[in-house]
Nanobody, 126 residues
Framework: QVPLVESGGGLVQAGGSLRLSCAAS????????MSWFRQAPGKEREFVAA????????MYSDSVKGRFTISEDNAKNTVYLQMNNLKPEDTAVYYC???????????????????WGQGTQVTVSS
């Protein structure tokens, strides 16, 4: 098991920024491909961003490209999602996920991730 804990969610006005964190205790996140997903009420879980196990490439959904950035702090064993220029349609519960993928593999299918956090709520007001 990889216990993932998200934090950093909250209420923000449109145009604002938030930084989500995903931390793990007892496991090194550097050993996994990491991603962020989100789920709005009544909708399916949606891919947001991913970074490879090799940490050599990232991928973003079209809806967040240019506004969100996935990154990692190895010293803190934490993966981040920096979210800028937030829009009301970004409102959702955000989840981080860890997967044992190939070194350069970028994966946006939720079923391909092995471990999930409990989620953190992000609400963007107009």
């Amino acid at each position: 098991q990889v216990p993932l804990v998200e934090s950093g969610g909250g209420l923000v006005q449109a145009g604002g920024s938030l930084r989500l964190s995903c931390a793990a205790s007892g496991r090194t996140l550097r050993n996994y491909a990491m991603s962020w997903f989100r789920q709005a009420p009544g909708k399916e879980r949606e891919f947001v961003a991913a970074i490879t196990w090799g940490r050599d490439s990232t991928m973003y959904s079209d809806s967040v490209k240019g506004r969100f950035t996935i990154s990692e702090d190895n010293a803190k064993n934490t993966v981040y999602l920096q979210m800028n220029n937030l829009k009301p349609e970004d409102t959702a519960v955000y989840y981080c996920a860890a997967g044992t993928h190939a070194w350069h593999q970028l994966e946006q299918r939720p079923g391909e991730y092995d471990y999930w956090g409990q989620g953190t709520q992000v609400t963007v007001s107009s």
